[in-house]
Structures are given as structure tokens and as C-alpha cells.
């Protein structure tokens, strides 16, 4: 649990900075409370020991950008139940314009979104639409609960797993798409982000890899393939490699290697949409 804290306090901690820009992506008013001491010193370490922290800075940037447009977007269309999934400190719930009638849940560890209420109350902090959190494992059967609370699996609904497939083992990573796949509707839609299977294994990232495994952030999942994946699960998915058109925002300096090139670490923006 303490790593996970870090970590959604660390994110909050990046928003905040990528907040402060005069040419920010978007805006996150609460995300400095969120982070606290605790995501400031861990964003400080980590430019430390990361010597393309610039990069993941920008990263973090365009995936929030991506994700916030995808699921505006799909509002705009009609979708009022959305779901974010490991939602963390994440703010959409108030920073989003969501439309009149939208209901946002949020799931996550129960004692990681206290921490967050917490924060949240003594900001005074009132969101844009209909928020529900439910605090539970995300490796039981946490469905059921999310029903009780209100959603309705024969209507539409948006999906946001951000910063999560990584960090799961891939029975988990199944488990999980089978669990949003059986609750969604047909037109439902699922917004991601997912390194590559070869990320994991290049050669040129193993020292990098085995410091995030020793500091408790161990990424265990990727996928060279995620159209496949989320395929073989109802889904047709718009793959765009960060910093390819759609996921740039003019943010991205680093070249782009196509999808053609083997064996090179790559990071995927998903959209998808249920059929």
C-alpha cells in the first residue's frame, strides 16, 4: 500500500508541475494538495536517478491530455457513466466540464482514496457531476459492488485505466479486461496507456527496470500487440504511439520508431470502443 500512495501522489505531483506551464496541457487546481510532501520529494528523486526525466514528464502530460480528450469526447456523444479504475489522485471527477447527469466512480484501495477524501474535504472541493468512490481490491471481485453503487451495465460507459496494466501481472491484466469487458455495453468506450512487450525485455532498459523493481514500482506487463489484446476481449482499439499525431500536442521531441521495427521498447495511447 505505501508504494501505491507514492506512486498516485508522485503522478499528482507531475500534474501539478505540468499545471504551472504557461503552455500546459491542462489544468489541475487540486493537484499540488494531492501530491503533498510525500509526491513532491518522490518527483524529486526521481529526476535524480532519471536522466530522461524530462521526457517522462512530458509523457505523464500527453497521457492525461489524451485520456481527458477521450473521455470528453465520448460524453459529448451521450456517455454519462464513467468509470476511472485505479483512479488514485486523480481530479476529473472535478476538473473535467462533464455534462449534466454524469455519474463518475472512482475504484481504488479503500485506504488510498480516504487519504484522498481527506484532501479533498479540506479543499473544500466540489465536483462536476454525480462522484461515487469505492474503495476495494482491485484483484477480488469488485463488479458487484459497483453496481450497488449505482452503475448500470446496459448503458454506455467510458473506462479510464491510467498507470495501471503495467504494474499488474498478465493474469491480472486479463482479469481485469474480462471484468470491464463483462460491464460494458456495446459503444462503451476504453481509454488506456500500456508499454510494450519489448519494453520489458530490451537490453537497454534493465538497469531501469530493476531500480523501479527495487523502489516497489515494478513494471510486469506489456503487449507488442494491443489491438490484439483488447480484440480478443469486444474491443476495436486506436493504437497511436506517444508522440506520433493524436498524441503529441506539440509536447513529444523524441523520435518516433514505426510499428514495423522490431524488438524496440515503445509506449501506446489506447482508444477503444466496444463493439
Wanted: hydrophobic content about 40%; some cysteine; overall charge negative.
Amino acid at each position: 500500500m505505501p508504494q501505491i500512495t507514492t506512486t498516485a501522489r508522485w503522478v499528482a505531483a507531475q500534474r501539478a508541475r505540468e499545471s504551472e506551464r504557461a503552455d500546459c496541457l491542462f489544468c489541475d487546481p487540486w493537484a499540488s494538495r494531492l501530491a503533498g510532501r510525500e509526491g513532491n520529494q518522490a518527483l524529486e528523486l526521481s529526476e535524480k536517478v532519471n536522466p530522461r526525466h524530462q521526457e517522462t514528464a512530458a509523457y505523464i502530460a500527453i497521457r492525461v491530455r489524451f485520456l481527458d480528450d477521450f473521455a470528453l469526447r465520448l460524453a459529448s456523444e451521450g456517455i454519462r457513466q464513467v468509470v476511472l479504475l485505479a483512479a488514485g489522485m486523480d481530479a476529473r471527477a472535478f476538473r473535467l466540464p462533464w455534462p449534466a447527469g454524469t455519474s463518475v466512480y472512482e475504484v481504488d484501495h479503500p485506504e488510498l482514496l480516504q487519504l484522498k477524501e481527506d484532501i479533498l474535504q479540506k479543499e473544500q472541493a466540489v465536483p462536476g457531476c454525480r462522484r461515487t468512490v469505492l474503495g476495494v481490491d482491485l484483484g477480488g471481485n469488485w463488479t458487484v459492488g459497483l453496481e450497488q453503487l449505482g452503475f448500470t451495465p446496459v448503458e454506455p460507459s467510458t473506462w479510464i485505466l491510467e498507470g495501471l496494466l503495467y504494474y499488474l501481472p498478465e493474469a491480472a491484466v486479463h482479469r481485469v479486461l474480462q471484468q470491464v469487458s463483462e460491464l460494458a455495453s456495446p459503444g462503451s468506450g476504453l481509454g488506456a496507456d500500456l508499454v510494450s512487450q519489448s519494453t520489458l525485455t530490451s537490453p537497454w532498459l534493465q538497469a531501469a527496470l530493476k531500480q523501479m523493481e527495487e523502489s516497489g514500482f515494478a513494471w510486469k506487463f506489456g503487449s507488442d500487440d494491443p489491438e490484439r489484446l483488447l480484440a480478443s476481449y469486444g474491443w476495436g482499439a486506436q493504437v497511436r504511439q506517444v508522440g506520433e499525431a493524436g498524441a503529441n500536442f506539440g509536447r513529444w521531441e523524441s523520435p518516433v520508431v514505426p510499428r514495423e521495427q522490431n524488438a524496440v521498447p515503445r509506449t501506446f495511447l489506447l482508444a477503444a470502443r466496444k463493439n
